[in-house]
Nanobody, 115 residues
Framework: QVQLVESGGGLVQPGGSLKLSCAASGFTFANYPMKWYRQVPGKEREFVAQIFSDGNSTYYTNSAKGRFTISRDNAKNMVYLQMNGLKPDDSAVYFC????????WGQGTQVTVSS
C-alpha cells in the first residue's frame, strides 16, 4: 500500500531554514509527480510545491518561489523540501502527497517559525 512519511519539521526562528523529507513506499516512485502541501488549523490545505517524475520540472506557489526548493531522489524514493528565509506565515503542518487514482497523504510534519 502507498505510504508517505514526512520528517524534518521543528521550531525555527524567522529567517532560518529547514529541510523536510518524505519517504515513499508502496508504489513505483520514479513514475509519479510528488507534491508538498501545508495546512494551518481552520484553513484549507494549500499547495506549496510540485516536482515531476524526472526531477527536472518544478512548480511553486507564489509565496514559496525563491525561498523553497523541492527535490527528489528516485533511487531512495525520497522527496525533499528545502525551506530558506522562513517567515511566521510559513508555520503549518506540511504534507507530502501523490496522486495515484486518488490523493495519498502522509501524516504531516509540524513547522513552527517563531522567535
Amino acid at each position: 500500500q502507498v505510504q508517505l512519511v514526512e520528517s524534518g519539521g521543528g521550531l525555527v526562528q524567522p529567517g532560518g531554514s529547514l529541510k523536510l523529507s518524505c519517504a515513499a513506499s508502496g508504489f513505483t516512485f520514479a513514475n509519479y509527480p510528488m507534491k508538498w502541501y501545508r495546512q494551518v488549523p481552520g484553513k484549507e490545505r494549500e499547495f506549496v510545491a510540485q516536482i515531476f517524475s524526472d526531477g527536472n520540472s518544478t512548480y511553486y506557489t507564489n509565496s514559496a518561489k525563491g525561498r523553497f526548493t523541492i527535490s527528489r531522489d528516485n533511487a531512495k524514493n525520497m522527496v525533499y523540501l528545502q525551506m530558506n528565509g522562513l517567515k511566521p506565515d510559513d508555520s503549518a503542518v506540511y504534507f507530502c502527497s501523490v496522486f495515484i487514482r486518488r490523493m495519498y497523504w502522509g501524516q504531516g510534519t509540524q513547522v513552527t517559525v517563531s522567535s
